[in-house]
């Protein structure tokens, strides 16, 4: 699992940008990252790594009625009035903004553009945003951030622009792309008895130099090898390959349930950059099928704590496996475990 994000992220920090470029792109700038998707939905987040966990999260969507939000969020409680930028303290009018807190922290939101506008104006003028005695948000990188998503959705010299604003009007920001539609597919199809056990059988068997190349022939522990129907003629098959502490990968194939055929799976992913190794995954860690939506999902945590990572799933058209949804975050830390920023997304 671990080498499985060393060599993704590496892809990602490395792969040149295509001439046309994709629509997604995930970016940092010191303490703070930056994730558009492919509607050009654009998120920054910037957080502590310190024994308080804590966090900013910034998110703009694309065009020029695109929605504008913002969270501040800690494990440790604090008020309205506690938020302060290098001592100084921050006057929220508070009937611009939400405060929900319990036993495991506060969240602090607004969804009104002046407030959101307003507090990010200030933050770019610091270098720390203190919540109370207990925590604090670093702001090194938070106006190169900024910047990146108003240069992504066209707004840079622009009324709603966040870091670089001027007198163009919003109707002039570029329209956001469409959400693909990649509808579920329900796979009705069964395996006879027995025939789980045959395909991966003939799989390990036929594939062997793959697995010893992935250094799949070793112990697995739990995770053990696992077969679905795809259609009366494809099956998909997982070889576990890697386990780790918390988590284990697999390869994957699709194998003729009559035959000799077998194609390894090679699913799409929106990296950066035009190289197959940086656009694509061969190796599933959590894999995962659902027969009822025809959905290959994974979950790779960077850490137990599953404060960074990334998942996806794709879902089988009858003829290949497409993306349906994507999540990354490179960077440990911030407050929600398992909520990265979306890369891509899809509407089923």
Request: hydrophobic share 45%; aromatic share 6%.
């Amino acid at each position: 699992m671990l080498r499985f994000l060393a060599a993704a992220w590496l892809a990602i920090a490395a792969a040149p940008a295509s001439a046309a470029g994709p629509v997604q792109s995930y970016d940092t700038y010191k303490s703070w990252l930056v994730a558009c998707d492919n509607t050009l939905t654009c998120v920054a987040k910037g957080f502590d790594e310190g024994a308080t966990r804590a966090e900013i999260v910034v998110t703009q969507g694309a065009g020029p009625q695109g929605a504008l939000s913002v969270s501040i969020a800690a494990e440790s409680r604090f008020d309205i009035r506690d938020l302060a930028v290098d001592g100084a303290p921050i006057a929220l009018a508070p009937a611009g903004w939400t405060l929900e807190s319990g036993t495991d922290g506060a969240t602090l939101t607004s969804k009104r553009p002046a407030d959101v506008r307003a507090l990010l104006n200030r933050l770019r003028q610091g270098t720390r945003l203190m919540l109370g005695k207990n925590a604090a948000v670093p702001l090194a990188g938070l106006s190169a951030a900024l910047l990146r998503i108003d240069e992504r959705q066209g707004r840079i010299g622009g009324t709603t622009a966040l870091a670089r604003s001027g007198p163009m009007p919003a109707m002039r920001v570029p329209p956001a792309p469409p959400v693909p539609h990649i509808p579920i597919r329900t796979v009705t199809a069964r395996l006879g008895a027995g025939e789980a056990q045959r395909l991966i059988a003939a799989v390990r068997k036929a594939q062997r130099a793959v697995l010893v190349r992935e250094d799949c022939t070793g112990g697995t522990g739990s995770l053990t090898a696992e077969a679905f129907a795809l259609d009366d003629r494809r099956a998909l098959v997982f070889v576990p390959c890697l386990m780790g502490a918390y988590q284990g990968s697999s390869v994957a194939f699709v194998a003729q349930r009559g035959g000799p055929a077998q194609q390894r799976v090679v699913a799409p992913t929106p990296y950066l950059g035009a190289s197959p190794d940086a656009a694509t995954t061969d190796l599933f860690t959590e894999a995962d099928f659902d027969p009822k939506t025809g959905m290959l999902a994974m979950l790779a945590k960077g850490r137990g704590l599953a404060d960074c990572g990334m998942s996806a799933s794709w879902i089988w058209d009858g003829g290949a496996f497409r993306l349906a949804e994507m999540t990354l975050q490179n960077a440990c830390g911030g407050m929600a475990a398992g909520e990265w920023p979306t890369l891509f997304r899809s509407r089923q």
